[in-house]
């Protein structure tokens, strides 16, 4: 590595711990943590890199906490972001496919509150999806894998006319164009009954399911506006999903979402634990503890979590449960959605840009027989700039603005996922967690 450059420090760093003769610094644009001789830093600070050894300054350049004194690292990252966003040469395509927008339950914070909640995908629209899937491999021959993740509505409702035939046909259309194909199942779990799994699992190529649960018993009950009976046969069908998926030896990965505001954490908690001690729980299901929140046409909840509220939660859940603490690694975008590679695509084969628009029909940026345009809504999404106050953040590397589809619904207003001071305990636990192990 060429040391002879002018540096100077990365905007990017941010001291994690300074004790005795040393500082640690986390580099959030490139995801590393290293830790300094405190004279080493202060020549840093005073951009004096004479007196340190060249194969010391080769080591902290490669871990991206000096930086050229002329490179302009937010620059550098928006580049990344819109070369990540409008490249036509990725290797993956990727759909979320709504078989239908009918839904056996009434969550309160439901998006689709105020979508005319029937309608399953019709044979024809199938056909022509497959169609329109054929095309675009066949016109692009660097895509060499497909993504489809089945959502709703309740996607299961649409096991038998939409599910199987539409998953088998696109299977057998990319093998026969020599790319990979792998589902995705975003459900409630009510229907995931066991004379399914084999069709999904065995055959289907289904790699990841997620369902969620908002307390237990009664709790679920009542948010879900469903009977206890059918909290039952949801924890049912997951710990039999579990147990089956272990026992078959299939590589498919469960997601339970754990939905919570300030009422419901306590529950949630015993929840997850007393799925843990299930005979039938094995480590395919990993919990995930999600922050409600309003959205789009939810009705209001009185009790969401401020930031700071839910990454107190979220810390406690993962201590509670003995979960690794995931190192916030820096990201291109800040969701796939927001990349020329990702559709979704409604029952009538109209074409969206994020999941939570599905059935909105004045955001429909085209459709599976014309294909996209580029129509005022998806130039809106798609260019939406990042706002003032995420190009000063320094964590802006590991976060990229938040959801762009809530931005763009609150005039590019962003409400913050992350503060830096829980990100640096994370960092902190899971250094320590490393140290132990
Ligand atoms: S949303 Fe908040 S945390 Fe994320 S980059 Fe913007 S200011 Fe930073
Ligand atoms: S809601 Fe936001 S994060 Fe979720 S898919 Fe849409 S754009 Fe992405």
Redesign the pocket.
């Known amino acids: 590595m060429n040391t002879d450059h002018a540096w100077k420090l990365s905007y990017y760093n941010l001291i994690i711990d300074n004790f005795n003769d040393v500082v640690c610094i986390w580099n959030t644009k490139h995801g590393s943590v290293v830790q300094l001789d405190k004279d080493i830093y202060s020549c840093f600070e005073k951009n004096f890199f004479d007196s340190i050894p060249s194969s010391d300054l080769a080591s902290y350049i490669k871990e991206g906490l000096l930086v050229p004194q002329d490179l302009d690292e937010q620059q550098e990252i928006l580049f990344t972001a819109r070369q990540r966003q409008y490249s036509l040469g990725q290797s993956s395509l990727g759909f979320v496919i709504a078989p239908t927008v009918a839904c056996n339950f009434r969550c309160p914070y439901c998006f689709e509150q105020g979508i005319d909640r029937c309608g399953y995908m019709s044979k024809e629209t199938q056909r022509l999806f497959i169609d329109f899937l054929e095309k675009l491999l066949h016109n692009n021959a660097n895509i060499k894998n497909v993504r489809i993740t089945w959502f709703g509505g309740e996607p299961l409702l649409a096991y038998d006319s939409v599910i199987v035939p539409l998953q088998s046909k696109i299977i057998a259309l990319c093998h026969k164009m020599n790319v990979t194909v792998a589902f995705s199942i975003i459900t409630n779990g009510y229907f995931l009954t066991s004379e399914k799994l084999d069709f999904l699992f065995k055959i289907g190529q289904t790699k990841f399911v997620q369902l969620t649960l908002d307390g237990s018993g009664e709790e679920y009950a009542k948010r879900k506006s469903t009977s206890i009976d059918a909290f039952y046969r949801v924890v049912d069908n997951l710990l039999n999903l579990s147990d089956y998926l272990h026992k078959n030896t299939i590589d498919a990965k469960i997601k339970v979402r754990l939905n919570v505001d300030n009422d419901n954490y306590e529950d949630v908690k015993n929840l997850a634990l007393s799925l843990k001690s299930d005979s039938r729980f094995c480590d395919n299901i990993d919990f995930s503890l999600e922050r409600l929140r309003k959205y789009g046409h939810c009705q209001e909840l009185q009790s969401f979590c401020t930031t700071e509220e839910f990454e107190h939660l979220k810390y406690d859940f993962n201590s509670f449960l003995e979960k690794s603490f995931k190192f916030p690694e820096p990201k291109t975008v800040?969701?796939?959605?927001?990349c020329m590679n990702v559709f979704c695509v409604g029952i009538n084969g109209e074409l969206y840009?994020?999941?939570?628009d599905i059935g909105i029909q004045k955001h429909a940026v085209g459709n599976i027989r014309n294909g996209l345009t580029y129509n005022k809504y998806f130039l809106d999404f798609m260019d939406l700039p990042l706002p003032k106050k995420c190009l000063s953040c320094k964590i802006l590397p590991v976060c990229m603005g938040g959801?762009?589809?809530?931005r763009l619904m609150n005039n590019n207003n962003t409400e913050c996922d992350f503060t830096i001071n829980n990100l640096i305990k994370v960092v902190k636990h899971f250094i320590s967690e490393k140290e132990v192990n």
Do not use: A, S
């Open positions: 800040f969701c796939g959605q927001h840009k994020c999941e939570h959801c762009p589809h809530r």
